[in-house]
């Protein structure tokens, strides 16, 4: 595994902690106080931050870091996480997602904003009010000061300290002027597992300056009932720096859930003494330099040490801890330790994982595709085995017919879970639209609120990745226009805070996203002038209400006064009706004047299968996506017009719309059928036109099974994709669009490379 | 390479041989997949004359070429004693409509006789060689010849 997949794997991890981290937020937003809650929060910040650490993305480190500190005063109960909090906490998460989409992606941040909201966060670790916002001038600088902290322990270069029992009783002279510290630093046996040590944190806080250490082993049992992986040791260490509490504390920064660290200050001088006589036991002072690289050195243990000898065998993988005492006896049993001290952090890693949420795998998109794709098969050759049976076996009541039965059964219940393999709760793409409500409501001035209901909602991922857009664009329009400013909104009796609802849910096999707005609704007077400024309608035409309410999704429609940077471009609902059908789903709006205004999506469940009308064509079977179908109608032979030398319209309802044979246009026959004995699909394209598409006979409607042309053939002009019946054969799948085009006399291109080939 | 190497230590390749008409042919062992009966294709709209249609392969879509008529020779009417050869061609699997396959043979590369000139260049395009084996002339066609679009589409 080389670098850039770790990686990788760090940023799919950040990912998960970005999303576990707003959700948190969200939460305490709610008013929940559960302190795991909190504690879930700062974990997610925090892995960011270790790992970020790990890959030298300093932005990223920094910027957690101030987060962290930040939330540490939440977790400790300094500070009150109310709303105001909240909301920089709420900002700071999303900057947090940028810097971490940079660090993946290249590009750049936007430097004021994460200066801006350091400066903010650190206020608020301070204890003081968010600060109103500073000039953009000051954030470079802004920026860099929270860096230093955390590096500057190590910056400092190591020191050695060499302690020997002469030097013992003299050193409070030495040093006399400086603050010292008394820590209690008590391991628990989860910080071996997880790979730390305890001689590399003492070694580290050496740094800071001149220190004496003390080894409890009180808590040492006697051998038969020693815990090998149990931590028994803890350290008194006394230190003299002048780098403050923090420094100290920071070298813990990665242990200190898996310990118990007391760190106290003493007044100048006094404190080694006092030190010396708390000690319940002889001090057991050594050689710091034997840390460093001389295993063999002698070390100033001589009472203790025979009979830790005696146990080091079983205190395999607390050796770590009795490091100490240890290098001078086995430099060879180290990599073994080592080894096990691996193997336990692993298996940590693994617990942790488990308890922390169900577990997972990654899998792979194209083995669950390759699954999902013989599963089909499967069902499809279980059928064609049963008709066979059935058609082989009069009476029907044969020992095979049941087993078949059976195996149908297991068929059907096999493709639904593997179906459910690629089915992703909706949840991310709901917690991006959080985002994007923070961000409007901020640059619009409006109070808003988004309730979502429904995330666990599941569906394909292919449909969640393409959902998002749209979304994003719906979620813009409904805050921009939607809601009201909130002096409007108080004016007309309603909440100053408006209230934008997400809801997902399952409806008859087909996933249903609602997004509704409790602002003003669509204002249907206005709506009406604008088509008709834009000769969408006629001035006289009468239109229903719910005809008024979709003309929003024309092209080149926007009814905001002043376009502005959000929304109002024009190409704002024409494309999100665009794009949802162009996942196979249909969207609906209603709208009451003064109460605001619901946007309803339908969308399949699947990409990988189609709601299809099949339909027969010149012999043969194809299939029609059922989307595209306005209605079916039988025409009789007053209706239909001929126009032109080939032409023929047909009238429905008193307007004209251009017939076209599909077997015409496939070539699957020379000359145009009889529009008397098929019938008519009146489709609507792209482009918003009608066309009554003229088929022999429609078989029934079915779901069906994409299969892509294109993998072992080529593109097919007027052919979408194919499909497998449950005859076993091949069926092709109209491609309405192209099929239209081609009516208007854009020919259907053949530029196959066989025929060109051939 | 590995092809090469183990041709190289068998001293010999394996090839297909096939009948379409009254000539036959024969194609590298390597890039068949399977031999199946025939099935009626689904016939494509706007395909040239020697593509029958696609055919369902366990759940993928399999293009049947009429390999006689790609050859210029007299188009097939297929039986249910007709087979298809489904072959890789680059990344991607064709189903060729032969007669029937009459053979497997291991041959040394020099028992390939190069084709004569008097062939037109079209056949010669995909004629590899032709052997002779106990009396009969077989054809060796490279695959990649007969369908080099795919060549081109992949780069």
């Known amino acids: 595994m080389d670098m850039n997949e770790i990686k990788e794997i760090f940023f799919q991890e950040c990912e998960e902690q970005l999303a576990e981290l707003e959700s948190g937020l969200l939460r305490l937003n709610d008013g929940d106080r559960d302190p795991e809650t909190v504690n879930a929060v700062f974990r997610a910040v925090h892995s960011i931050k270790g790992g970020a650490g790990a890959f030298g993305l300093d932005d990223l480190v920094s910027f957690a870091h101030v987060f962290e500190t930040t939330l540490d005063c939440v977790r400790s109960n300094k500070l009150e996480p109310n709303q105001d909090v909240l909301k920089v906490m709420l900002k700071s998460a999303d900057v947090l997602a940028d810097l971490t989409n940079v660090a993946r992606d290249g590009g750049s941040v936007d430097q004021a904003r994460s200066a801006q909201l350091i400066r903010e966060l650190e206020a608020l670790a301070k204890g003081e009010a968010p600060p109103a916002a500073a000039p953009v001038a000051a954030a470079p600088k802004a920026v860099a000061a929270p860096v230093a902290p955390a590096p500057v322990s190590n910056d400092e270069g190591f020191v050695p300290v060499a302690f020997s029992f002469d030097d013992f009783g003299d050193e409070d002279e030495a040093v006399a002027d400086l603050p010292s510290y008394e820590i209690v630093f008590k391991p628990k046996s989860e910080l071996y597992t997880k790979g730390n040590e305890a001689t590399l944190l003492l070694r580290d806080l050496s740094r800071l300056g001149e220190m004496s250490i003390h080894c409890n082993m009180d808590g040492l049992p006697s051998l038969d009932q020693m815990d090998p992986e149990a931590a028994y040791f803890s350290w008194k260490v006394s230190i003299k720096t002048d780098k403050g509490e923090d420094a100290i504390r920071s070298v813990f920064e990665f242990a200190e859930w898996d310990c118990d660290l007391e760190v106290t200050a003493h007044e100048t001088g006094e404190a080694s003494e006092a030190v010396a006589d708390d000690l319940p036991m002889q001090p057991v002072p050594f050689d710091l330099s034997a840390l460093d690289d001389e295993p063999d050195a002698p070390l100033g243990v001589v009472e203790e040490e025979e009979q830790i000898a005696a146990v080091q065998e079983a205190v395999a993988a607390a050796e770590a801890a009795s490091n100490v005492v240890q290098m001078a006896a086995s430099a060879s049993r180290a990599p073994a330790a080592d080894k096990g001290a691996a193997a336990a952090a692993a298996q940590n890693n693994a617990q942790q994982a488990s308890s922390a949420a169900a577990p997972t795998i990654r899998v792979d998109l194209d083995r669950v595709d390759r699954l999902i794709n013989l599963v089909g098969e499967l069902v499809i050759n279980q059928a064609m085995l049963s008709q066979s049976v059935i058609e082989n076996d009069s009476n029907g009541v044969s020992s095979i017919n049941m087993g078949l039965e059976e195996l149908q059964q297991l068929t059907r219940e096999i493709q639904d879970s593997v179906m459910a393999i690629r089915a992703q709760p909706v949840k991310p793409v709901f917690q991006r639209m959080a985002r994007t409500v923070r961000e409007i409501a901020d640059i619009t001035g409006k109070s808003v609120r988004l309730v979502t209901e429904g995330e666990n909602t599941e569906v394909d991922k292919t449909v969640i990745d393409k959902l998002a857009e749209p979304l994003t664009h719906m979620i813009r329009n409904a805050v921009d226009h939607g809601l009201e400013m909130p002096e409007k909104r108080i004016a007309a009796g309603k909440n100053a805070e408006g209230t934008v609802k997400l809801t997902a849910k399952h409806r008859s096999g087909r996933i249903v996203i609602e997004l509704s707005d409790d602002g003003a609704g669509i204002n249907r007077e206005k709506v009406r002038q604008k088509a008709i400024d834009n000769d969408l309608i006629a001035a006289d035409a009468n239109l229903s209400d719910e005809e008024i309410d979709n003309l929003i999704f024309h092209a080149g429609f926007s009814t905001a006064d002043k376009v502005s940077d959000l929304s109002g471009r024009g190409v704002g609902m024409d494309v999100v009706k665009r794009s949802i059908q162009a996942l196979g789903g249909r969207i609906n709006i209603s709208s009451k004047p003064g109460h605001g205004s619901v946007f309803t999506m339908s969308l399949p469940l699947t990409l990988a299968v189609l709601d299809g009308m099949v339909v027969t064509v010149a012999g043969q079977t194809l299939v029609v996506p059922l989307t595209a179908i306005v209605e079916t109608l039988q025409p009789d032979a007053a209706a239909i017009h001929s126009f032109g030398a080939t032409q023929r319209l047909i009238s429905i309802r008193n307007s004209f719309c251009p017939l076209v044979d599909v077997g015409r246009i496939l070539n699957f026959r020379a000359t145009q059928a009889n529009p008397v004995e098929g019938v008519a699909l009146l489709v609507e394209s792209e482009g918003g036109g009608q066309r009554a598409l003229m088929v022999d006979a429609i078989q029934g409607q079915r779901q069906v099974v994409i299969k892509s042309l294109e993998a072992n053939y080529t593109h097919v002009p007027g052919i979408a994709a194919a499909t497998i019946l449950g005859d076993g054969r091949v069926a092709l799948i109209l491609d309405v669009d192209a099929v239209v085009a081609a009516s208007r006399g854009q020919s259907l291109q053949h530029e196959t490379s066989l025929a060109a080939a051939g | ?155």
């Not at chain 2, 096939?18 to 689904?42: H, K």
């Not at chain 2, 395009?125 to 992949?154: D, K, N, Q, W």
């Open chain 2, 1 to 155: 390479m590995t092809y090469l190497a183990k041709s190289l230590a068998n001293g010999g390749r394996e090839l297909i041989a096939f009948r379409m008409g009254n000539q036959e042919f024969c194609v590298n062992v390597m890039s068949v997949r399977e031999i199946r009966g025939w099935t009626p294709a689904t016939p494509m709209p706007h395909a040239p004359q020697y593509v029958l249609g696609v055919i369902n392969l366990r759940g993928a879509v399999l293009p049947i070429i009429d390999l006689s008529a790609r050859l210029g020779m007299a188009p097939a009417e297929p039986t249910v004693r007709h087979v298809i050869i489904v072959t890789q061609v680059k990344n991607r699997l064709v189903g060729l409509l032969v007669e029937a396959v009459s053979d497997i043979l291991t041959i040394k590369d020099e028992d390939i006789q190069p084709t004569p000139d008097m062939t037109s260049e079209f056949e010669r395009t995909f004629a590899r060689g032709i052997l002779a084996i106990e009396g009969r002339m077989i054809c060796l066609i490279e695959l990649e010849a007969v369908f080099p679009h795919y060549e081109s589409e992949a780069a």
